[in-house]
């Protein structure tokens, strides 16, 4: 059973909320969520990580419902270059193949 | 640069050869992790180390691959009688142990193999 779900690829055109939901159905305790951003041929980066509620950075939105079932990431304003494939993961602070799942992520095309 | 290096960037071999990758993580980040990626799939862990100590490893990583890191500082991945099914991304990126929050693992550029 995996453990993230997200849609497999996503358009949006440039300027606009960009809003990507993963779902988590058995989400445990101790679990974070963790996003990531991938361009072609490059090693993902680091977007955004939360537990609950809602975190906000220089570049994203995380949004957690208080059952953690599902994530939201938000993309304020996309430009060109945040077309990419962006991978939600689930797992708790201890590294090794249960908790760095990546599945297939999200193919974000953003359109002029 | 302060960032995760990895070398080679591309390498092109023919079957049954052998090869190997190193990986320089970000100098104070005691753990270091291996992912393979394939064309249109995301990163698929392969093993890890905290510090020296190769702590898990994954059921993809066959008796033909090894990592080593010694002195915890860089990491080679070996891949001995390379397959055509091992023509891949491999990715190298580091982190520290965490504080009792989620860690953010720093991912380097990737050796493309292409094994002929």
């Known amino acids: 059973l995996a453990k993230t779900t997200q849609p497999i690829s996503m358009d949006s055109y440039e300027g606009q909320e960009v809003n990507i939901t993963c779902s988590h159905n058995?989400?445990?305790?101790?679990?974070?969520i963790t996003w990531y951003q991938q361009f072609p041929s490059q090693g993902p980066r680091f977007i955004i990580q939360?537990?609950?509620t809602k975190v906000t950075n220089e570049v994203a939105s995380l949004f957690i419902p208080a059952d953690r079932k599902s994530s939201t990431l938000s993309l304020p304003r996309v430009s060109l270059s945040d077309t990419a494939v962006y991978y939600c993961l689930v797992g708790d602070i201890n590294p090794g193949a249960n908790n760095l799942f990546f599945g297939t992520g999200t193919r974000l095309t953003v359109i002029p | 640069d302060t960032g995760v290096s990895q070398d080679p960037r591309h390498k092109i071999t023919k079957r049954g050869q052998n090869v190997t990758f190193r990986c320089d993580p970000i100098s104070e980040h005691n753990r270091l992790y291996w992912y393979r990626q394939t064309l249109g799939q995301g990163p698929e862990f392969l093993t890890y180390f905290q510090n020296e100590a190769q702590l898990e490893k994954s059921r993809l990583l066959s008796d033909r691959f090894s990592a080593e890191r010694p002195k915890g500082s860089f990491s080679t991945l070996e891949i001995q009688r390379t397959e055509q099914g091992d023509s891949a991304m491999y990715l190298c990126?580091?982190?520290?142990?965490?504080?009792?929050?989620?860690?953010?693992?720093?991912f380097g550029p990737g050796t493309r193999l292409t094994v002929l």
């Open positions: 058995n989400i445990a305790t101790n679990d974070y």
């Open positions: 990126a580091s982190s520290l142990a965490p504080g009792g929050r989620g860690v953010e693992q720093f």
């Open positions: 939360g537990y609950k």
